[in-house]
């Protein structure tokens, strides 16, 4: 397998206008419980963390990010794009990775998964054969194909969800937590894979050293941003904090 | 589950999934109109031929769908020498196991998103009381895909409950599965939306993954 090789396909990244997530005065609740309150931050690095303790609206606030949650108040802009009025564009914008693979896989065999995304995009069949060839062979896929998805390991299916995120070409690939359901080898495969990738990403997770390269961290505290600036900062702070 | 498709690109694979599901119904009509045993088991022949030769799958590959019916062919066998005849017994079993083999051909030799797009096609005319074939052909697959993994769930459910003394594990185990495939629900609808299920296109069909 080979996990180093940087993509060259997907560095063709097309040209819009980026201007970056911004969010402004966001304010979540789910019923009458408000779990993020009053966040107004614009996201513009290439490699954004977003780490805090569990319950504090990290996974809440990730899903602000591509629409799968509409802010209660406030307004979230993928650029420029409002995420309630605008859903289809800023997913295309924006991919999601999630914490269970399995729950993200939805095809029966590996080849069918991958296709499932550029499908529903409406890219030609041929031009998705190219794409799906091309992901299968990076992440060492290749010689399952064919295989069901339930037969994978946990470091495989996580590769193969990201995969299957890669050949819809988004231009920014949001993370929640997608390494904390592997062992520390797996989890240390998939650091690399998100290490390289050409995309801008925003992973949030519990494994800090997987953020040290990181541009910016943003710490989550009870619905709000505690801290936020470069991980040699806000790294130390936060494991003071928690003690 | 083990996947029952074998890669290949014999004739068999190259013929189109529709045609191959046609050819299928066909032999079955076939097959239970006729009560001629020369017929009936050069059908037999025939599919075991296609399989083997044709399509050049291993012996396994016929079997697979045959093993867990074997029991039945038997006992169907026995009924008919009992209260029938043999001859009426052999056709049949025949007639069945010819059945069978060829259904574990098409299957062994058809992707399922080829088998489902086939499907989305004939369930097209529903498009015009509201219903979305693409829809259809999803479901089908997402079934496929969730129960060797609802399974697995419910395999571990049962161990931790046998790992912590359970010593009689039955309906015991419905609540915390249920539990788990309701939670992973939710995030399979979200991952659904974010792999652009709804959007696509009304008329659209499976993509053929094949190369
Ligand atoms: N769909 C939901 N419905 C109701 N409450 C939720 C839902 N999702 C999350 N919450 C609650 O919102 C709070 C923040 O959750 P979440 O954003 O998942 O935080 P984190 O990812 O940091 O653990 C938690 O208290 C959680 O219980
Ligand atoms: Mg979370």
């Given amino acids: ?243 | 589950m083990q996947s029952l498709y074998r890669p290949g690109n014999s004739l068999v694979h190259r013929v189109p999934a529709g045609l191959k599901l046609a050819l299928l119904a066909a032999l079955g009509v076939g097959l239970f109109l006729t009560g001629s045993l020369p017929v009936v088991a050069g059908a037999v022949v025939l599919v075991v031929a296609v399989g083997l030769l044709a399509a050049r799958l291993p012996w396994s590959a016929l079997l697979v769908q045959v093993r867990p019916v074997l029991i039945w062919l038997a006992v169907l066998l026995a009924f008919h020498v009992l209260v029938t005849d043999p001859r009426t017994g052999a056709v049949a079993v025949l007639r069945l196991l010819a059945l069978l083999v060829a259904a574990a051909v098409v299957t062994a030799t058809t992707r399922v998103t080829a088998l489902v797009a086939v499907v989305e096609r004939l369930a097209s005319p529903l498009r015009v009381v509201g219903v979305r074939p693409a829809r259809i052909g999803l479901v089908i697959a997402m079934t496929l895909r969730f129960i060797p993994l609802v399974a697995d769930r419910a395999a571990r459910v049962r161990e931790a409950q046998a790992a912590r003394g359970a010593s009689r594990v039955g309906l015991g185990i419905v609540v915390p599965l249920l539990v788990q495939v309701l939670r992973m629900a939710a995030t399979v609808g979200e991952a659904l939306d974010a792999r652009g299920a709804d959007d696509a296109p009304a008329r659209r069909r499976l993509a053929r993954a094949a190369s």
Avoid: C
């Fill in chain 1, 1 to 243: 397998m080979r996990w180093g090789r940087r993509p060259a396909a997907l560095e063709e990244a097309p040209s819009v206008e980026r201007t970056g997530i911004e969010l402004r005065d966001v304010v979540h609740s789910y019923g009458d419980r408000t779990v993020l309150t009053g966040v107004s931050l614009t996201l513009t690095e290439r490699r954004v963390g977003v780490i805090g303790a569990n319950g504090s609206g990290k996974s809440t606030f990730a899903r602000l990010l591509n629409g799968l949650v509409l802010p209660t108040e406030g307004t979230v802009l993928v650029d420029g794009l409002d995420t309630a009025t605008r859903a289809r564009e800023v997913r295309r914008r924006v991919g999601f990775v999630f914490q269970d693979p399995d729950a993200q896989i939805v095809h029966p065999t590996v080849a069918e998964d991958l296709a499932f995304g550029p499908t529903n995009q409406g890219v030609p069949a041929d031009e998705i054969e190219r794409r799906v060839a091309d992901v299968l062979d990076r992440y060492g896929l290749a010689g399952h194909r064919d295989h069901p998805a339930h037969l994978l390991s946990g470091g495989q299916k996580q590769l193969l969800a990201i995969a299957g995120v890669l050949v819809m070409r988004p231009e920014r690939i949001v993370f929640d937590e997608p390494t904390t359901l592997l062992d520390l080898a797996n989890a240390r495969r998939v650091a690399r894979v998100i290490e390289e990738l050409p995309q801008d990403v925003v992973v949030v997770s519990h494994h800090l050293e997987l953020l040290d390269g990181f541009d910016r961290v943003l710490v989550f505290e009870d619905g709000r941003v505690a801290a936020d600036g470069p991980p040699a900062e806000t790294v130390p702070w936060y494991t003071a904090r928690m003690g």
